[in-house]
């Protein structure tokens, strides 16, 4: 029996409310659609505008995790913390 591959993406975010939502729905069709398990961590860096309001909406329907950045600013910290 071969074991079901799994996958676990890291997205840094900052300030991205306008485009989180289009982006987990794309994630979600391609990675979905080639029968590969997945979830996806979203590191925020401290947003301003609502991004962590979009995640929250969006864990009830995707695979989605939010972490609220605790550490420096900055993309490559963001990955690192996540």
Excluded: C, W
């Excluded at 306008?18 to 961590?41: C, F, K, P, T």
């Amino acid at each position: 029996m071969m074991d079901k591959k799994r996958l676990s993406i890291l997205v840094p975010t900052l300030n991205e409310a306008g485009n989180i939502a289009e982006l987990i729905r794309r994630l979600d069709a391609s990675i979905r659609g080639a029968g590969i398990e997945y979830e996806i961590h979203v590191i925020d860096d401290h947003s301003s505008d609502g991004t962590t309001d979009q995640i929250e909406k969006l864990k009830n329907q995707f695979p989605v995790f939010l972490h609220v950045k605790k550490g420096r600013p900055g993309k490559a910290f963001s990955i690192l913390e996540g």
